[in-house]
């Protein structure tokens, strides 16, 4: 056979394991895995690592933020700053503005995402009501229609549901096959210390993260892994921030429950002391849960190491910091409650682990594989066409040069925002290529591909098949 393209000479890495490899595209698919293969274009590797293209599973692009508040990034540039980290399928989050039918919203994010995406595309949804229609009409239909994620907030006014109606989506996900996802934080709790903090003039964007410390996430880390219990439905609890949190995901599974657990490079590389830079610099760093402590990164690791997390996403929710429809909103400087929540990092997420991670010895390349795509894509619905560099996926590739060092520098990203977090952070190891169905999206840094990313409708997740 004669290939289309042919990549030669790299370090082959699968969550499996890790070979030496030609390998041959041909229609966008992976259709052989040798030696002395033909190919009527080539591409020499050598000494580079191809990886399975990255897939975040946690983003937030063109989301309704509030009043006045805009979101950084909008599908062309969400997923332009995807692919030049490395990632080849992103998964954002599909939220109803006030008064729309979860169905209406679906069709809303689509028509936005149509036409403009550098990867591929699939929606997770945000369930906020659950009246009759969304359970028993809307939330059922789009699961047959391929949207087999939902996630459910403890936290965030307007968002935030009762532990009634988390056990009622928890039951539609039941019957119909679907993975519910928590953001686990106890609204009740953060109100009484915000209003507690602002009696006591402490508003500055510090005290966001000292009103929602961790026994705030661990709590509701417990109540939604009890709530799945009793519905008896597996859980993935995300963005998990600190030790305690993940012990309770720990005993959880010891008792034999479906518990699937997430983290994000804030939490194994920023702190709760960025939030107390000087001036209003610290509302660069303000997200949900907060960074932490320099402990609880080892707490993190400790997690990762041992296969307590099984996803590692970024949790990109990116704003503009000088910008009256951003960080510096309305009454911002005045309160850390007006901050808008949430930080860019869809481009730097696999880089970070890379480095932190596979340069320092603390994981394989294997199980860099697995946390960054091949779980994601187990988890919802995609494998085996996505998350794997394997005979019939789709190839999706990012090759890796593991001695490239340089700083993140805000100069360098894709995305929307005007700043990083990680502005300067050392990173060795960086994607220098990124291939989505063989098709070249970045080269270098740069993006060298016209938007040709598609939706992707999924499957049930693996666990529930």
């Not at 303000?286 to 590692?312: A, M, Q, Y």
Request: hydrophobic residues 40%; aromatic residues 6%.
């Amino acid at each position: 056979m004669t290939h289309d393209l042919l990549i030669k000479g790299a370090r082959v890495v699968s969550a499996s394991g890790t070979t030496h490899c030609e390998i041959g595209i041909k229609g966008g698919v992976i259709a052989t895995l040798g030696h002395d293969l033909a190919g009527t274009e080539v591409i020499d590797a050598t000494g580079l690592i191809a990886l399975p293209g990255g897939i975040d599973n946690h983003v937030h692009i063109s989301q309704p933020s509030g009043p006045g508040i805009v979101m950084a990034d909008d599908f062309t540039s969400g997923t332009r700053a995807a692919a030049c980290g490395g990632n080849t399928t992103v998964l954002p989050f599909c939220l109803p503005e006030d008064g729309q039918t979860l169905r209406e919203a679906v069709a809303a994010y689509r028509a936005k995402a149509e036409g403009n995406c550098l990867t591929d595309v699939a929606f997770h949804l945000i369930v906020k009501e659950t009246d009759p229609v969304t359970l028993g009409q809307d939330l059922p239909a789009l699961i047959e229609a391929g949207y087999t994620s939902f996630k459910v907030f403890m936290t965030y006014q307007g968002l935030a549901l009762s532990d009634r109606q988390i056990l009622e989506v928890m039951s539609v996900a039941k019957t119909h096959g679907a993975m519910v996802m928590v953001h686990a934080e106890n609204e009740d709790a953060i109100e009484f210390l915000r209003d507690r903090a602002e009696r006591s003039g402490d508003t500055g964007p510090y005290h966001h993260a000292t009103t929602r410390p961790v026994p705030v996430e661990r709590e509701a880390t417990h109540r939604a892994i009890s709530l799945a219990e009793i519905a008896g439905v597996p859980l993935t609890i995300v963005h998990v921030s600190n030790g305690e949190a993940t012990e309770e995901i720990m005993r959880a599974r010891q008792r034999g429950l479906t518990v699937f657990a997430e983290t994000c490079p804030q939490y194994i590389t920023l702190t709760a002391d960025d939030l107390d830079r000087d001036g209003f610099e610290g509302a660069k760093y303000v997200c949900s849960p907060p960074p932490r402590t320099r402990d609880e990164w080892d707490n993190i690791w400790r997690g990762i190491e041992t296969g307590v997390f099984d996803l590692f996403s970024s949790d990109h929710c990116p704003f503009r910091f000088v910008d009256t429809a951003g960080k510096d909103a309305p009454g911002a400087r005045q309160s850390f409650r007006n901050i808008p929540n949430g930080i860019p990092g869809v481009e730097t997420r696999l880089p970070i682990l890379f480095s932190e991670g596979v340069v320092k010895g603390r994981l394989s390349l294997d199980r860099f594989a697995a946390l960054t795509a091949t779980n994601h894509a187990r988890l919802y619905g995609l494998y085996p066409r996505k998350g794997a560099i394997m005979v019939g996926a789709d190839a999706d590739i990012a090759l890796w040069d593991p001695t490239l060092t340089k700083p993140i520098r805000q100069v360098d990203l894709h995305h929307g925002s005007d700043y990083t977090p990680w502005e300067g952070f050392e990173v060795t190891g960086w994607p220098v290529r990124t291939l989505l169905r063989g098709v070249t999206t970045m080269k270098d840094g740069a993006p060298v591909a016209t938007p040709f990313g598609q939706h992707l409708s999924r499957e049930a997740p693996d666990v529930l098949r």
